[in-house]
């Protein structure tokens, strides 16, 4: 086989799909023969949508963010504005029914695609724009080891390589030596599929139809064409100038520097390049874990961005680390190239090697990043309690518990009040303030449309650069004077400047500084979850700076299980969130709340 093309003709419509056909016959090209493939390419195409149709029924085990991106695919076929073109996937598709596996224990057997590959190989190549326009220019993938990403990669390289009319493909890995094993793979499969016509000491030279290719230890290079693949390090000075056609970023969350951002916004020259992005979760802050905030806040919907498309495998808080669905949220091959009692095996035996070893088989096996904590809250939960929440003047004398977090200078505050509806049920009544000057800065650092919340009223801006004091103490005494105030609570770090004056225009009794420590935090996150789980607040849904932070908020646990926030792992403002959790402080520790007098006071 040499190359394997999709040929234009007429046009083929179905719901959402568009591709090619002519006298009634799918067609590709198989070097320069055209061959009717009937069933195929539908059962490609069909592979995807019932995978995401198994996952929004449960009938495949997902977390959260693989349970959004199904939504997400299936809104996208309604969508008026983009098409579906199953033709490059049924030409990859067909190719790698010709390929072989090159490593692991079914070396040698044929390659074939599972339906989750084929949903992130499909995504990247067959989502268009009416003109023809690539949608996704970058695809970010998390997942455990061992789920056949490399061989995946190796398909797609090849694949790109015979069938663009210029192709520029690259390899990124930490070394370049990394990076040379997928390569490898490809000029494997390249050998496979071809015919060797010369050998070298340091090349061999493969015929695929007329062309022929040159496959080097780092690179492989089209004798009579402009075709090339190369293996790269990541390192930013190597990826200057590059702007290649298709890329290949392997363990993302092993990159030291940004050169991987340079490349991506390289491309966009290029109408039809796309890079995909892969990795196993990472523990620090890097460039991998920024492309993952991207992709949650899209999957969240705080960030509308069409080029994005991401998939996070990965188990969730609370699951069973050795549960065979546990197992599958994070291994989407689980029972192809691993297995569930060797999976469970490898648990035990960790385990059973101390906190480090379990920290990696978390990490490794279940695409859990250690030591960065896990969502707080999954987002369904705040969204369930969604209503009427009215303006304040109506609520004025009812019982209220206020907490404030402050930015120390110059990014969100929040003030956000309990306000009592009948006793056990409240309303969330927010308020956030920044500085001016450094909305659309802040907002592109944390990609949060912070200035467009300005500007719909969610986010009172305050002149300058700073923090506005001032107006957040105004705020706490506007509520103060509607509310029959019982406690406000405030991290006594974030307003040591002016928490005397509060406690002057209060009252000592009402004022009440929590230390940030897991030690007083642990009660309130873990009631204030209690308390939107059991549909016990009312919030406005409409509020998409409140709603974002609740979703973004990151909870950091110690070795005994116990948690708070954390701002810095968590890759948005949280403000909202915390302040919600210090209100929540006031209310457990006043004994006169009715909606607790069942439990005694909750001395912290």
Request: proline share 5%; net charge negative; hydrophobic share 40%.
């Amino acid at each position: 086989i040499s190359h394997l093309l999709p040929v234009s003709g007429r046009g083929w419509t179905g719901p959402g799909v568009s591709g090619q056909e002519s006298d009634g016959k799918r067609l590709l090209m198989v070097g320069t023969q055209r061959v009717s493939d009937d069933n195929a390419p539908a059962q490609s195409t069909a592979a995807v949508l019932q995978h995401v149709d198994a996952i929004l029924g449960n009938r495949v085990p997902a977390n959260a963010w693989i349970r959004a991106a199904a939504a997400r695919h299936r809104a996208d076929m309604d969508r008026d504005d983009l098409q579906w073109n199953p033709a490059p996937l049924e030409s990859l598709v067909a190719l790698t029914r010709q390929m072989h596996q090159v490593r692991g224990e079914g070396i040698g057997q044929p390659l074939e695609l599972q339906p989750w590959q084929l949903w992130v190989l499909g995504s990247l190549l067959c989502w268009e724009w009416p003109d023809g326009r690539r949608r996704f220019r970058t695809g970010v993938l998390c997942c455990a080891r061992k789920q056949g990403k490399s061989a995946m990669a190796a398909a797609l390289l090849t694949w790109h390589l015979v069938n663009h009319p210029a192709p520029r493909a690259a390899v990124l890995a930490a070394k370049q030596q990394q990076a040379g094993i997928i390569l490898g793979d490809v000029q494997d499969q390249m050998a496979h599929l071809g015919q060797e016509v010369e050998e070298r000491k340091d090349w061999r030279t493969v015929r695929m139809g007329d062309a022929r290719y040159r496959l080097r230890s780092n690179d492989i290079q089209q004798v009579n064409g402009p075709g090339k693949v190369e293996a790269l390090s990541s390192n930013q000075r190597t990826l200057e100038g590059l702007d290649p056609s298709c890329y290949v970023a392997d363990e993302v969350s092993s990159f030291s520097d940004r050169g991987l951002v340079r490349l991506s916004t390289a491309i966009v020259g290029r109408s039809d390049a796309f890079g995909l992005l892969v990795s196993t979760p990472s523990d620090r802050p890097n460039v991998w874990n920024e492309y993952v905030g991207q992709v949650e806040a899209v999957l969240q919907g705080d960030l509308e961005d069409d080029s994005l498309f991401g998939l996070l495998y990965g188990a969730e808080d609370g699951d069973e680390p050795d549960h065979p669905d546990t197992l599958a949220k994070a291994n989407p091959s689980l029972g192809v190239t691993v297995q569930v009692p060797t999976l469970q095996q490898q648990y035990q035996t960790m385990s059973s090697q101390g906190a480090a070893s379990l920290a990696e088989f978390k990490q490794y096996h279940l695409a859990i990043a250690m030591n960065t904590g896990t969502v707080w809250l999954p987002i369904e939960f705040w969204d369930k309690c969604g209503g009427h929440v009215p303006d304040l003047e109506t609520m004025r004398g009812h019982a209220a518990w206020i907490g404030v977090d402050c930015s120390r200078t110059h990014d969100l505050s929040a003030v956000v009040a309990l306000v009592e509806d009948v006793p056990g049920r409240y309303w969330v009544v927010p308020w956030f303030t920044h500085p001016q000057d450094r909305l659309l800065e802040v907002g592109q650092q944390v990609q949060r449309p912070l200035d467009r919340w300005a500007r719909d009223g969610w986010i009172q801006p305050s002149p300058g650069g700073t923090v506005d004091y001032e107006a957040i103490h105004a705020r706490i005494l506007e509520l103060a004077g509607v509310l029959d105030l019982r406690k406000l609570v405030c991290d006594p770090y974030g307003i040591a400047g002016w928490s005397t004056r509060l406690q002057d225009d209060l009252g000592d009794e009402r004022v009440y500084r929590l230390p940030q420590s897991v030690k007083y935090l642990v009660g309130p996150t873990l009631h204030t979850e209690e308390l939107i789980r059991e549909l016990r607040v009312v919030q406005d849904e409409s509020n998409e700076c409140m709603r974002s932070n609740i979703g973004s908020a990151v909870v950091w646990r110690d070795p005994n299980g116990q948690g708070r926030m954390h701002k810095a792992k968590s890759r948005a403002p949280i403000d909202g969130a915390m302040a919600l959790v210090l209100a929540t402080a006031g209310l457990m520790t006043d004994d006169s709340t009715s909606g607790y007098e069942d439990r005694g006071v909750l001395v912290l």
